[in-house]
């Protein structure tokens, strides 16, 4: 069996192109580094940019030989929330995407999944005559941002949002889904 190679080697003339790349972050407290012990390294953020079958071959490698174990990482609907209301309130100076909510509707025979789209300045301006103190985003301020696009989707839809799953969020900052991925698309942030 033939390794799979890390870089496109199919045009020579070119310089390789990496079609994958991983970074192991840390993302822990201080309190938990803390009660690790001495020899004990936690790096729990693999993040992953390229193909599915490079990033199992990375994983199983890592896992074999550092005796560690990985799976994705599940992002409820309250920090989805926060990533809506804090990518919002952003300013960009070019290309800006619509924010983009995605709701799951929980309890049915088949999946069905709400998308709503706002317009980014009317986001923005939603987030900034919420947001008190700039630079800080408070759990109160976060529900009112949430509970207003909830309120002004039902006055034209009649229906309830706040009974669904929010499953993913799209800004122009990112996009993040429940099961974990995420894909940034502007680096400033």
Request: glycine share 4%; with cysteine.
């Amino acid at each position: 069996m033939q390794r799979p190679q890390m870089v496109d080697d199919d045009n020579e003339e070119e310089e390789n192109k990496v079609v994958w790349m991983g970074c192991l972050c840390y993302a822990c407290t201080s309190d938990f580094a803390e009660t690790l012990p001495e020899d004990f390294t936690c790096l729990p953020l693999f993040l992953v940019h390229g193909a599915q079958g490079f990033s199992n071959i990375v994983e199983t490698w890592l896992q074999q030989t550092f005796d560690c174990y990985f799976s994705p990482l599940h992002i409820n609907p309250i920090h989805l929330a926060w990533m809506a209301a804090m990518w919002s309130g952003c300013s960009m100076d070019h290309r800006m995407h619509a924010t983009e909510l995605t709701f799951s509707v929980p309890c049915l025979p088949y999946p069905l999944d709400i998308s709503y789209a706002i317009h980014s300045e009317d986001a923005k301006a939603l987030w900034d005559s919420i947001q008190s103190v700039q630079g800080e985003v408070k759990q109160e301020e976060v529900e009112l941002f949430m509970n207003s696009l909830y309120k002004h989707f039902h006055r034209h839809f009649k229906i309830y949002l706040s009974s669904t799953q929010l499953v993913k969020v799209s800004t122009s900052v990112a996009s993040v889904h429940s099961l974990g991925k995420i894909k940034v698309c502007n680096l400033l942030f």
